[in-house]
């Protein structure tokens, strides 16, 4: 391996993306903490709130979140970009897929969801994913690692 001897490796901490700053107003803000707190347990930093200029949700500790910024030339990105978010079991997997399903029934037309779906590889993991899209530029795939006992 190369590069500095960490104490502790880098993680992933954070994805920052732009949208049109109307977005980003009171009515559309709450809409946007709705869904993403319902589906991933999303919460607004409303101390680093700014009116159609900024809003962070931090997802279950200060050091990750999505940082949303209004912007007069928003982040555009083509289905298949994605931000990854992992959940531990199975059963929580199920559940963040059953309520993703759930937005887009209410919500036709404005959250997109590609299905959950699953990957084999080699005997020895089963990757569960699903991407869904609501109101930010890019997709957020849910990813469930099921390791498997090996042949």
């Not at 299905?115 to 994913?129: I, K, N, Y």
Request: glycine share 6%.
């Amino acid at each position: 391996m190369t590069g500095p001897a960490f104490t502790k490796p880098p993680r992933f901490n954070h994805i920052a993306v732009s949208v049109e700053r109307d977005l980003l107003d009171e009515a559309g803000r709450r809409d946007i903490v709705a869904f993403y707190g319902d589906l991933l347990g999303a919460a607004e930093h409303a101390e680093m709130t700014v009116d159609r200029a900024r809003l962070v949700l931090g997802l279950h500790t200060h050091e990750q979140f999505f940082f949303i910024v209004g912007n007069d030339e928003p982040m555009r990105a083509p289905v298949g970009d994605h931000v990854g978010v992992s959940v531990s079991t199975l059963a929580d997997f199920d559940e963040v897929a059953r309520r993703a399903a759930a937005w887009r029934d209410r919500l036709p037309g404005e959250v997109e969801l590609i299905d959950p779906a699953q990957e084999d590889f080699a005997g020895v993991l089963r990757l569960h994913s699903f991407y869904v899209r609501y109101r930010l530029p890019i997709m957020v795939e849910v990813q469930h690692f099921e390791f498997l006992a090996s042949p």
